[in-house]
């Protein structure tokens, strides 16, 4: 029987956990002082709502659900902003989640999409603050259903897109293009048979291919991946990088984006 694949996606969106990035604080409520910052939250609405969306309502391919996570100690203002910006998409869903451990958390957050049947689920990935190329999900199940076949119908694996671009903060933001010789946190997708136990949050996304078969596709720009002053994790680029002119940078974006040099620039 030829494999069928349901493809999910959860977002995390200022969710708050007692063990995710705990290390900075000395408990839950100083966590939630400065996540839920104005400062902070502007940031985050802005660049989910101008960058991060725009890329999940623009795929070609609407065949995917996703959750966005968030926490239930989130500020009405900004829960309510959320859902204002999200509207009324039939397949994408905000739910708010109480204080708990960040992989449970998670996982409960992908279980809450239906399989619908398939035999396989296509897992991915995504911060509110990146974005997908508009054939990211068409892309993501052709490149399942052949590696399925390769691998065998029990075996789970990974798909990462690590060609793309980044935005960069600054009095000129800089854009320049990107190819990473690591799993990156933008669009990976873990590829199991249905039910199987894991999600693509179990192990850190550069360290994929010590615990799964892990395919790199480099065809396309997959990826726009942004750099400010509120990212979790530093963005060091591990890999090639400014090789393009901006001419090509600027063709690319529209081809994959949707989106002009200048406007990603003025985002």
Not at 10 to 33: H, K, P, Y
Not at 119 to 143: N, W
Not at 163 to 169: A, D, E, H, K, T
Request: glycine share 6%; charged share 25%; aromatic share 10%.
């Amino acid at each position: 029987m030829a494999p069928t694949f349901k493809m999910n996606g959860v977002l995390r969106f200022s969710v708050l956990t007692s063990t995710f990035n705990m290390d900075r604080f000395a408990s839950i409520e100083e966590a939630a002082e400065e996540i839920f910052s104005a400062k902070r939250m502007a940031l985050r609405l802005h660049l989910f709502e101008k960058l991060c969306l725009p890329s999940l309502t623009r795929q070609r391919d609407q065949g995917f659900d996703l959750v966005i996570a968030t926490s239930d100690r989130m500020p009405e203002q900004y829960l309510t902003q959320l859902m204002d910006i999200v509207g009324d998409s039939a397949n994408i869903s905000i739910v708010p989640f109480p204080v708990a451990r960040h992989y449970g958390t998670l996982n409960k957050a992908y279980g809450l999409m239906p399989r619908g049947g398939a035999t396989h689920q296509i897992l991915f990935r995504l911060d509110d603050d990146d974005a997908l190329d508009v054939d990211y999900v068409a892309r993501t199940k052709r490149l399942a259903g052949s590696l399925v076949a390769m691998q065998g119908a029990s075996t789970p694996f990974v798909i990462s897109y690590n060609r793309g671009f980044y935005l960069q903060r600054g009095a000129e933001p800089k854009v320049f293009d990107a190819i990473e010789r690591a799993p990156l946190s933008v669009g990976t997708a873990l590829v199991r048979p249905a039910g199987q136990g894991e999600n693509p949050y179990r192990y850190n996304h550069r360290k994929f291919a010590q615990h799964y078969n892990t395919f790199s596709d480099i065809t396309v720009p997959g990826f726009i991946r942004t750099h400010h002053w509120d990212n979790h994790s530093d963005p060091a680029i591990m890999g090639r990088k400014d090789e393009m002119t901006p001419e090509d940078i600027d063709a690319d974006l529209r081809a994959h984006f949707g989106l002009s040099l200048a406007a990603l620039k003025a985002i």
